[in-house]
């Protein structure tokens, strides 16, 4: 096995020799605080899987055999899914990581690889509220919904403006302009007409719905 230490690795060690440094409580600080951070990280893969053995113990026959799969291309995917689990502690963004992994055991690895990756990443880096939102455009595919009148309670109006903006970087949604108000450009951003795109859509049905 190879002693070869990788970017993660390194990190981590960074950041426990830097907080070592603390005067007085450094050391006990880095040890509290690594010792829950793996402690809570093993909980999280450990009951994720327990999960994922009670709800698709049930579903067996839809699953392929591991031979349809670009070996490679699944150990990749399964590495990084890993790692992305570790990191969530939302249990709705826990959730749509099953839907990702149940859709991704169903529908072979090959040579959708770059898309499944970017799913994966993309998936791993979303808000919550830019999970819903999207949600939200796909109930209501075919409307023209103006940004100004999503909303959610306890929500800032220009933080589902924001959701919007990533969520359009993704390629996930498109934008048009809808009614302008001069020398307002936050007022325009919320009189923009949005919709799902198609690739939206795929990366709806594969990881949130």
């Excluded at 699953?63 to 570790?86: P, R």
């Excluded at 880096?125 to 909303?151: D, K, P, Q, T």
């Amino acid at each position: 096995m190879s002693d070869k230490l990788y970017g993660k690795d390194k990190f981590e060690i960074a950041v426990q020799s830097g907080m070592q440094l603390i005067p007085y409580v450094g050391g006990a600080m880095a040890t509290a605080y690594f010792g829950s951070k793996q402690e809570k990280r093993f909980k999280r893969i450990e009951s994720f899987y327990q999960e994922i053995y009670a709800e698709f113990e049930g579903f067996k026959e839809g699953f392929k055999d591991f031979q349809e799969h670009n070996t490679d291309a699944i150990i990749a995917i399964m590495e990084e899914f890993n790692e992305a689990l570790e990191r969530e502690h939302t249990s709705q963004k826990r959730e749509y990581f099953k839907k990702y992994l149940k859709n991704t055991l169903i529908n072979p690895v090959t040579n959708n690889f770059d898309e499944r990756k970017f799913f994966l990443e993309t998936l791993g880096g979303m808000s919550l509220l830019e999970c819903e939102v999207l949600i939200f455009l796909n109930h209501n595919y075919g409307s023209n919904i103006r940004v100004g009148a999503i909303e959610k309670p306890g929500i800032n109006q220009y933080a589902i403006v924001g959701a919007i903006g990533k969520l359009k970087s993704h390629g996930f949604v498109q934008t048009g302009q809808g009614s302008m108000t001069i020398g307002s450009g936050l007022d325009n951003m919320l009189n923009e007409i949005v919709s799902i795109s198609s690739f939206g859509q795929v990366f709806c049905k594969f990881c949130l719905e």
